[in-house]
Each structure stands twice: as C-alpha cells, then as structure tokens.
C-alpha cells in the first residue's frame, strides 16, 4: 500500500484540482474485468495520457489494492502534459462520490481490481456509474472464459461496454479465435485491439504512456482506442 508521501507525490505531481461545484459534467470511463493480468492498468494509464494530449481534464482513480497505477502516476515527468491521480481503495469508493463528481474534470478514468469478491456492492455501484466500461481481454481461453460472465453482468447492470483485445499478436489464429470467441458471448468487440509490445512496457516504467515516447511503437494502438472510447462517450475535444 503507498504511504501518505507517495500519495503526496502524486498529487504533486498532477495537475491542480478545479473549482468545486463547477457545471462541467465529468464522463466516467471504467476498466473492468475478472481476471487479473488482463491489461486494466496498462489501458488505463495510457487513455489518460491520451486524454491529457487532447487537452482534457483528466482524474485517474486508482482502485486496486495494488496501485500500480498510482506508482506510474507518481514517476510521471513534470514537463508531461497533466493528469491527476488518487489511490482510492474500492471499500471507501462511495465516500468519495461527491467529492470526486466536484472535480473540475473532463473525464475520470478508472483503473479496478479483478473481480467482486471484496467489495462486490461497492464495485457493482462503481460500474453503474460508469459512462462506458472497457474490458481487457488477452487472446487466451482463460481470459475469455472469465470475461464472458464479466460481460453478462455488465449487460445487467444496463452499462455500457465492450470487450478490449490486448495483448494480441495480429495476424494470428489465436486473435481470430478470440474475437469470434468474444462475439459468440453476445458482448460488444471494440473494433481495434492492442498489440503485444515491449514499448507498452518500457513506456510504464518512465512514467509515461506510450504515445509519449520517442517513436513508440504502440502509440497509433493507444490513439485509436482512445478516438473509440472518446466517440462511444459522446466527448468532443
């Protein structure tokens, strides 16, 4: 668990809340899925730095007892365009609605623990008040077969979703057998997948998105994804 100088440190390091009760209406986009190692922070943090190039307000909430996400957030570059990050743990997130819904944010981009077993009412409120919900899927049966009963409860709950091929290799039988995989669940595909690369990982490791390193291969995979959700969430920039 961080300690109160790193939360410090990140807080720091991001860019200054706005004014509270502000009119601007925050969309919330959420990165969800059952199985851990499906790729949920790795799309997080590199959708909020994509959102930040856009000129966007962006809250990062970091939901996952881990915080690999707030740790990112807190090696981030100062010359880097700013996002704001906070490590919230999934138990305490209803205590902070208001709180966070006062923020003068564009969008708030939300990075979550596998599954509900902790906190299933608390995780369960948080996906109904996602605007749209992302689900990280790597091209492998165990990852589809956890991501289906994912999908159904999403489909539930009445919010918006579609499943993420991630770490795919493409061209290969195994992203065709995924994506019909996925589609015969019934969910929603997102109509572009994110490769396998090892820029992806090397990008987490300075603190910034991929997009944000020199010739990073991996930046058009993060832009397009981006460009869906900012069109799915109904976001001009």
């Not at 749209?132 to 077969?145: H, N, R």
């Not at 997102?190 to 090892?198: G, K, S, T």
């Amino acid at each position: 668990m961080m300690t109160k100088n790193t939360q410090s440190t990140v807080r720091k390091r991001a860019s200054r809340p706005g004014p509270l009760h502000c009119e601007r209406t925050a969309k919330w986009l959420v990165i969800s899925t059952a199985k851990g190692g499906s790729g949920k922070s790795t799309t997080a943090r590199n959708l909020a730095v994509a959102a930040a190039h856009d000129g966007l307000r962006v809250l990062l909430i970091d939901t996952d007892a881990q915080q690999a996400v707030a740790r990112w957030a807190a090696r981030r570059p100062e010359q880097a365009p700013p996002l704001t990050c906070e490590a919230i743990a999934l138990a305490e997130i209803e205590s902070h609605w208001s709180r966070l819904d006062a923020w003068d944010a564009d969008i708030v981009i939300v990075d979550t623990p596998p599954g509900v077993e902790s906190s299933p009412g608390q995780m369960q409120a948080l996906l109904r008040k996602a605007d749209l919900v992302l689900v990280p899927v790597q091209p492998s049966d165990d990852d589809i077969e956890s991501a289906a009963p994912w999908m159904e409860l999403l489909t539930r709950l009445d919010v918006p979703a579609h499943f993420l091929l991630n770490r795919v290799r493409r061209g290969s039988k195994s992203l065709d057998e995924a994506k019909l995989g996925l589609l015969e669940t019934g969910g929603r595909l997102a109509p572009i997948e994110v490769r396998d690369l090892e820029d992806i990982r090397r990008s987490a490791r300075a603190g910034i998105g991929v997009m944000e390193l020199r010739a990073g291969n991996g930046a058009d995979d993060y832009r397009s994804v981006w460009a869906f959700a900012r069109s799915e969430l109904g976001m001009r920039t």
